[in-house]
């Protein structure tokens, strides 16, 4: 279905930058050859290299060569494409630089017509979105409140306070309705449907609640490490960088009432419910519930890797974490006394990306244990990356003369959508900025309570410097605290079987 977008011009600050390379130009090329952009739109990309719009071009074409899920882009269609893509070289340093930017944004507009968006895409590093705010201000580029919309990209502030600050700051020139946040997991093909899967069928929701569910986990692992990030990593840590955002949202979906429509403020209010339900933590509650680790040197699909403290522009004495399991209570009536673990980690076993809803078991066993092979839990399991999939174990009869139990899985794993069919994430968010849709990103409040819930940890772990890194080995499931964590209520980290290439 063809949207109808108003004539749109994207200026990318960043425009050279790898997040344009990887993700905003491959995405905007796909949503080109799909037939979602307007038919009047332009892409402006801006930074300080001295490119020529065809040098711009290439940078584009080389990034989705390597990255699109569709590949290297056909002659035909990178030409016609490429009628909408220019380069302005500017500096932020410079608001003087800026001008010839802000004229060409002019002009385009006078040949668009008076309905035309300007979208600002901040692919820039966080300390230079003040200076782009209020240049954007000062030449009165930002002011049409419904026709200009910023997208800043994470991270939204180092800690509660900064984040606060970069608020109030970006609420001096935009209205909160012209801000999008992204969180790029909120826009993956697989948490979309969760909603759906919640909110679209009346089976899931009488059993979804403390008394049949007995804990949830969401597991975020990665087999890759710091690669070129070490310089911004090694400040964040685990926490920051995938916890303050990504899972925090994932249990949002989890755990949030049903919403009255699908409105964007209204499914933010929900989720903004169920962040605020979540227990508060102390040091006490820190220390017993929050594990944190380093990975040290170890061997990743036969390939040996390095230790985090040897990896490019990291601290060679870091105590940043790599890796953070947390378990969190939810007190509401829905969800009292049924435990949240989440986890992630980098250079960990596997990458997957999962969420694991463990059911109560049977109120009373019928079954004798030699009728038993295997006595497993019903779960629910969504898996989000790589596989796409909702898998449903239940026990069942094995086929035979005799009653013999096991486990076995109901699948619904995206039939028939190929990889390449699948959007990227980019892809739905670029398109959600264009039609202005705000369900899928970060709002104010929910990044700040985000902040407010974590802090107790984050200072808790600044404070405790006696922590013995690095504490778990590339390739393995991360600290034995974690396994410890969630044992000491009877349950374990649950993977899914990797799938081996036939
Ligand atoms: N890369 C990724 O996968 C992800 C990135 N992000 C976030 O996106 C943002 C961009 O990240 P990324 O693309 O990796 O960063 P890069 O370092 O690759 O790119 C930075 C960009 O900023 C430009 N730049 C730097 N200084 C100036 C200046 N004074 N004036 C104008 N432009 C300038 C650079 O171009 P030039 O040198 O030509 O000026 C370049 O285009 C960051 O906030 C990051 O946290 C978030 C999630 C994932
Ligand atoms: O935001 C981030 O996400 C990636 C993981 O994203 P995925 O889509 O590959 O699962 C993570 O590697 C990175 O450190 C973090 O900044």
Redesign the pocket.
Known sequence: MKENINPTIIVI????????S??LGPALYNLYLEGFMPEKFELIG????NLTDANYCDFLEDGIKNFSRKGKALKKDWQKFTKHVSYTP????DPESLITLKNKIEKIQEEFGPDTQVIYY?????K?FSAIADSLHKYGLAGDKDHTRIVI???FGHDLESAQELNQMLKQHFRERQIYRID?YLGKEAVQNIMAFRFANSLFEPLWNRNYIEHVQISVSESIGVED?GG?YDGAGALRDMIQNHLLQLLCIIAMEPPTSFDANEIRDRKVDALKSIRKFTNDSVRKNAVRGQYTDGWINGVEVPGYRSEKDVNPESNTETYAAIKFNIDNWRWQGVPFYLRTGKRMQQSSSIITIQFKDVPHQIFQNESVETWQQNRLIISIQPEMSIRLQVQAKRPGLKMVLNPVDMIFDYKGAKHTDTPEAYETLLLDVMTGDQTLFMRVDQVEYAWELLMPILNHWENKTSISFPNYTSGSWGPEEAEALIAKNGFFWYSLPIKHKD
């Open positions: 600050f960043g425009g050279t930058g790898d997040l344009n990887r993700k801006t930074a300080r290299s500017a500096d932020i340093k901040l692919a820039v590093a966080p230079f990209e994470k991270p790029h990030r911004y």
